[in-house]
């Protein structure tokens, strides 16, 4: 079965930097896009980012455009959110996800879109 595993959060403080990774499992992991999301409690899922299965493309969010991005190793099957000059505002929970279709999809930025979802791992910045 799909199994997502994120790792790599923490606390840190602002300006610091992070790198969240996801290994995924269960699936042909080349095939498929993978997006990064984040929450905090009493908030809505805000999207972060997105690459596209071949890696060629990787839209961010404006929120974390500049600071973060992501990149992935298809044989290592695991995708990588690297997050720099981090904020207090990036304080979150951070989510990989798979979508639901393989190839290149419509509306990357859409949680709807994804299917299968990690078990999220906390970020914290203090200022």
């Known amino acids: 079965q799909v199994q997502l595993v994120e790792s790599g959060g923490g606390l840190v403080q602002a300006g610091d930097s992070l790198r969240l990774s996801c290994i995924a499992s269960g699936y042909t992991f080349n095939i498929f896009g993978m997006g990064w999301f984040r929450q905090v409690p009493g908030k809505e899922r805000e999207f972060v980012g997105h690459?596209?299965?071949?890696?060629?493309?990787?839209p961010l969010s404006d929120s974390v455009k500049g600071r973060f991005t992501i990149a992935r190793d298809n044989v290592k099957n695991t995708v990588y959110l690297q997050m720099n000059s981090l904020k207090p505002e990036d304080t979150a929970v951070y989510y990989c996800?798979?979508?639901?279709?393989?190839?290149?999809?419509?509306?990357?930025?859409?949680?709807?879109?994804?299917?299968?979802w990690g078990q999220g791992t906390q970020v914290t910045v203090s200022s």
């Open positions: 996800a798979r979508p639901d279709t393989y190839g290149l999809i419509p509306t990357p930025s859409s949680g709807l879109s994804y299917r299968y």
């Open positions: 690459i596209t299965y071949r890696g060629s493309d990787s």
